[in-house]
Structure formats: structure tokens, C-alpha cells
């Protein structure tokens, strides 16, 4: 079964400034998609990001982007220019494109942005 | 907003105690979803229903027993729930099931006494 880790259960960042969230994962197949969500206080879960395991290329969404290592399952997430709202848990993901294609989670890390 | 709709947004409930989950989703999606969100553990799936069938039973207890009468809306009805059922749980829909886009509604935090 595939896992994921978050090693990190909690950030901090200043504002304006750059931080990395490390994921990595485990499975044996060779095609999947990985996700990270942003859950804020309002409880719900937005898609930030996504990156499909047959793409080299690291996905980018305006301020966020992706430096994905497929050899060493490594999933970690940048945020540049950091801001207020940025602040939320984010949660790493896995999901399969074969058999029941369940997204797996991460433990997510608590990002805090300081003014 | 995503269009998931949940409803109610806090819960508390004595253990001997019958209620329900809904959410409704306004996407247009055919796949709908329950996940547990306990404090310190990964997001626990716990149901998918597709064109209103259920195709994935995470070996759920039965105390929680899901419903889905149309593709829009989604239940979960709760019976003699123990002290660790409280949780936030969210609800999800996609276009199909195993679709690449997940949508959360902002989920029910259920405190069971």
C-alpha cells in the first residue's frame, strides 16, 4: 500500500519570505498524480497544486511550485513570497491511476506566516 | 465557495444518540465522498459513492451507515457512536470517481460525549 510522510508538522515563515514543505511517499508504481491541499481555519480543503508522475517538468501555480524527485519520492512544496493567507495545514497526496484510484494523505504541516 | 455544501457545521451527540451528516454538492458531479479527520492522523476515506452506487466501504464500522439518494446529495447517519468518532468529517465530490480534482465541503466537527 502506498504511504505518504510529512516529516514536518509544523512551519513558520516570515512574510514575503520563501518556505519549503517536504512530502515523500512510497509505492512501486511507476504513473501517479501527487496533490497538496491547503486546508485554512474555514476546515476546507482547496487543491493548490498538482503533478503527474509521467510529466518531468515541476508544475507551478503563480506563487507555489513543485520540485519533484521521482527517483527519490520526494514531493516538497515552495511557497514564494509569502503571505498572510498562505497560513493554513497543508496536506500532501497520492493518488493511484489504477484500481481504486483512493487519494492517499500525508499527516499535513501547519504552515504560520509571521507579519 | 466549492460548491460542498455541509450541514450541520459542529455536532455534539451523546452516545446513545441517532443523527445525520448532509452534503450536497452543486458541481454536477457523479462521485461523492466521506473522509475522517481526527487530530494527528492522514485524512481516512471512508466511502465513495459513484452514480449514487457505493464502491468503497474502507471497513467503516456499522454505527456510521452512508445514503445516497441522487448524485447530488450524500449522508451519513450516526448510531451509538463511541468517544473517538469525534472528529472532523469531511465531505468531497469530483467529476467521476478517481477523478483527478477533488472538492471539500468545510465539514461537520463531531464531538461524541
Known amino acids: 500500500a502506498q504511504t505518504v510522510t510529512q516529516s514536518q508538522p509544523e512551519m513558520s515563515v516570515q512574510e514575503a519570505e520563501t518556505v519549503t514543505l517536504s512530502c515523500t511517499y512510497d509505492?512501486?508504481?511507476?504513473?501517479?498524480?501527487l496533490f497538496w491541499y491547503k486546508q485554512p481555519p474555514s476546515r476546507q480543503m482547496i487543491l493548490v497544486i498538482r503533478?503527474?508522475?509521467?510529466?518531468?517538468q515541476n508544475a507551478t501555480e503563480n506563487r507555489f511550485s513543485v520540485n519533484f524527485q521521482k527517483a527519490a519520492k520526494s514531493f516538497s512544496l515552495k511557497i514564494s513570497d509569502s503571505q498572510l493567507g498562505d497560513a493554513a495545514m497543508y496536506f500532501c497526496a497520492y493518488r493511484s491511476i489504477q484500481g481504486a484510484q483512493k487519494l492517499v494523505f500525508g499527516q499535513g504541516t501547519r504552515l504560520t506566516i509571521n507579519p | 465557495e466549492t460548491g460542498v455544501t455541509q450541514t450541520p457545521r459542529h455536532l455534539v451527540m451523546g452516545m446513545t444518540n441517532k443523527k445525520s451528516l448532509k452534503c450536497e454538492q452543486h458541481l454536477g458531479h457523479n462521485a461523492m465522498y466521506w473522509y475522517k479527520q481526527s487530530a494527528k492522523k492522514p485524512l481516512e476515506l471512508m466511502f465513495v459513492y459513484n452514480f449514487k452506487e457505493q464502491t468503497e466501504n474502507n471497513s467503516v464500522p456499522s454505527r456510521f451507515s452512508p445514503e445516497c439518494p441522487n448524485s447530488s446529495h450524500l449522508f451519513l447517519h450516526l448510531h451509538t457512536l463511541q468517544p473517538e468518532d469525534s472528529a472532523l468529517y469531511l465531505c468531497?465530490?469530483?467529476?467521476?470517481?478517481?477523478?483527478?480534482?477533488?472538492?471539500f465541503g468545510s465539514g461537520t466537527q463531531l464531538s461524541v460525549l
Open positions: 468531497a465530490s469530483s467529476q467521476r470517481q478517481g477523478g483527478e480534482k477533488l472538492f
Open positions: 509505492t512501486s508504481e511507476s504513473d501517479y498524480y
Open positions: 503533478q503527474e508522475a509521467y510529466k518531468q
